[in-house]
């Protein structure tokens, strides 16, 4: 089981297998993360969830021992199973084993000084049913919002992230509620909105919650024209209007900002968290 | 700096710190995985993301330290630093330290056969553009999806879910996106659609692609009351009513389905993965 890579030469395709008694969230992101580091290593992933049964434990081991037989090359296995038998079944495969909980529960036991519980799946579920709540909430609170803000809605904001239509402010507003919970509510400015040089009447009482999106305008044209490609609203001309426009909007109004062109959504995030008094409601 | 847990005693609230020179996300997922098996310790956390100069460092040093010697307790950091000079200064701080890299990087390192490219921040941020852009345009597609289904929608949805109203199938399918980069759009079933006894047809020609979700009817008698107090769509008898028409439904259809009363919508995610034929985009 080989990948050609772009060089032309053949480098051997690794295969990671993330283990979980749960979803597999946290071994793929573990996983992901410590695979960013190793750029030039093509790899293909299989994600096993809810390995909570010897029988399925058992699957994976010949799953794992296949895999190692037939490409000759022992899986990268990351593992944040609890069941210690099951862990040592695993762990006897033919693989490269990378135990998550063996790794640090046992130094965290000694310096916490109590026994971990050795609980399954807690991480990504319903256990902790307020926070799991917080976000849906939140969820609904972004959605509820993104037709047209009202007053009322303002009021009971964490945040209100403000721009031009298509500099991402939605899919922030989403992320901060998923993630952490937050209910944050967006107004993207209208022309109508820019031409008056002022914060619409609805916003006015809330100035304190406003965060304001800007973004590159060659950005925001070519963000613009895959979606409504050759449109006025697309061109570059009005994107650079609409963007000279808010910054000049943000500055008058004192209203803090940042350019998030080549950001994310986590990134947006993050800076949000420090760039105001948010805070995470999980 | 203490904190009374609930059985009375006092247990000493521990800080904890999630170091990363990007957004700190891999580093508080890995830390939060680890502390659900801690259940009893109470802990409060500070997040420091964008640690990527000696100055960011040097005061992140002096709080670590400040809090260690404020609380008696050194502080448990959960580090994903990549420069090694700013981990040298982390790491020798008065604090428990997890040195996600130093832990992980070397055996990868010996077991890959290369060196790892010590770059930073590639993880949640916009690196892979092909990859981020799939996410942001999932996330629209459920977005547009929301307000009501079209057949050309359907024919570019990786996964369809229905269920009546309030099963948790939009936030399911906005975290398909988020994470996954999955197309999922969502049918509610109406009451009509239930009289009916069979598929709308807007939904019939891509059966393959239906997965049901169902729930028990006191937890959405209890979801529906939260949002509408009182009213007839909340009322137990209704909300039994359409439970009992759907799982019908989905019987004489063919669909599958799974009861989601109790499942997160990581949880969600992670069933339909196992359950169905979709495969993630990113």
């Known amino acids: 089981m080989t990948a050609t890579a772009d060089t032309g030469s053949e480098v051997p395709l690794r295969t990671l297998f993330f283990l979980?008694?749960?979803?597999g969230?946290?071994?793929?992101?573990?996983?992901?993360s410590l695979m960013t580091q190793f750029e030039e290593t093509p790899y293909q992933q299989v994600t096993v969830p809810f390995v909570d049964t010897f029988a399925k434990a058992e699957a994976t081991v010949q799953e794992i021992n296949r895999v190692a037989a037939e490409s000759g090359l022992p899986p990268v296995v990351f593992s944040t199973l609890v069941d210690p038998r099951i862990r040592q079944m695993l762990a006897a495969t033919d693989c490269v084993f990378f135990d998550f909980l063996?790794?640090?529960?046992?130094?965290?036991?000694?310096?916490l000084k109590v026994e971990s519980t050795h609980t399954v799946g807690r991480s990504?579920?319903?256990v902790d049913y307020d926070s799991y709540m917080a976000r849906i909430n939140s969820i609904n609170f972004a959605l509820?919002?993104?037709?047209?803000i009202r007053a009322d809605h303002c009021e009971h904001a964490d945040v209100i992230l403000i721009g031009v239509s298509r500099t991402g402010k939605t899919p922030a507003c989403l992320y901060l509620a998923l993630q952490y919970g937050v209910r944050a509510a967006n107004y993207p400015l209208s022309e109508e909105d820019l031409a008056q040089e002022c914060l619409p009447p609805v916003l006015k009482p809330f100035r304190s919650k406003l965060f304001g999106l800007s973004i590159d305008p060659q950005r925001l044209h070519q963000i613009r024209n895959e979606r409504m490609p050759g449109s006025e609203y697309a061109s570059y001309e009005?994107?650079?209007?609409?963007?000279?426009?808010i910054q000049a909007l943000f500055a008058a109004e004192s209203i803090p900002y940042f350019d998030a062109s080549s950001l994310s959504i986590e990134e947006i995030a993050s800076q949000l968290f420090q760039k105001t008094r948010i805070e995470r409601r999980i």
């Open 20 to 23: 979980s008694c749960s979803t």
């Open 238 to 245: 009005r994107c650079a209007y609409e963007i000279s426009s």
């Open 124 to 126: 990504h579920g319903m």
């Open 144 to 148: 509820a919002n993104d037709d047209g």
């Open 25 to 32: 969230i946290t071994a793929e992101t573990l996983g992901h």
């Open 102 to 111: 063996d790794t640090f529960i046992e130094p965290l036991e000694r310096e």
